[in-house]
């Protein structure tokens, strides 16, 4: 079946370092790829999306590109901050009825000031 | 605008009592959808509806049902608690296009407790 594996945690960092998430799915066929943030004590949100390959998702920072030929969507910001503190989610959907997102087992950031 | 709203925040409940989880969304979406949060597992899916009237099962759904009577509510039952079922579970909404890209919208989540 679908599944996604993503870097395990946590990931500890300064303040104005770079981050990177590793995140690899596997699939039959071309799902969209999400990352979702998990704030403590809220919901998850959409931090960014890409629908296709060669797409790259971007938002506050952030940014992933859709590599269909390695299967992977890495997580990427050229500086952190202390307010990106957060568990960060890897996800991938299908255009099924279900629209389950199959999600990944999250990473745990912790920034450093 | 309200978004996803989930009430009620917290809950515990001893074994074999029943109680709803409710879920209301203020933007119009035909798809909704309940997931259970685990430690170290990701989300997984519930059950899920397309539209008012429509429900099916999703990953994980033994112990839980679920009825769509209006598009704005999809409330969650649990029949009788089990231990197991102490999660904090999400419940989300999004547009029902073609693509499957649309954006999911969760809720803030409800944390169970079963002793």
């Known amino acids: 079946g679908d599944s996604v594996t993503q870097m395990e945690g946590p990931v500890t960092l300064s303040e104005e370092a770079f981050l990177t998430i590793n995140c690899t799915y596997t699939?039959?066929?071309?799902?969209?790829l999400f990352w979702y943030v998990q704030y403590p004590g809220e919901g998850l949100q959409l931090l960014l999306k890409?629908?296709?390959?060669?797409d790259k998702g971007s938002n506050k920072g952030f940014e992933a590109t859709y590599r269909k030929e390695t299967t992977s969507f890495h997580l990427e910001k050229g500086s952190v901050q202390v307010s990106d503190s957060a568990v960060y989610f890897c996800?991938?959907?299908?255009?099924?009825?279900?629209?389950?997102?199959?999600f990944g087992s999250g990473t745990q950031l912790t920034v450093l000031p | 605008n309200a978004g996803v709203t989930q009430t009620p925040k917290f809950q515990v409940l001893k074994t074999g009592q029943s109680m709803t989880l409710q879920c209301a969304q203020d933007?119009?979406?035909?798809?909704m959808s309940w997931y259970r949060q685990d430690p170290g597992m990701g989300l997984r899916l519930i059950h899920y509806?397309?539209?008012?009237?429509?429900?099916d099962q999703g990953e994980v759904p033994n112990g839980y049902n679920v009825s769509r009577s209006t598009t704005e509510d999809f409330p969650l039952r649990l029949l009788s608690a089990a231990p197991s079922q102490t999660s904090v579970y999400f419940c989300?909404?999004?547009?029902f296009g073609t693509g499957g890209g649309e954006t999911q919208y969760f809720g803030p989540g409800t944390r169970l407790l079963v002793l």
């Open positions: 989300a909404s999004s547009y």
């Open positions: 699939a039959t066929g071309y799902p969209s």
């Open positions: 933007m119009n979406h035909e798809y």
């Open positions: 890409a629908t296709k390959a060669d």
């Open positions: 509806s397309v539209g008012a009237g429509i429900t």
């Open positions: 996800a991938l959907i299908f255009s099924g009825s279900a629209r389950q997102l199959t």
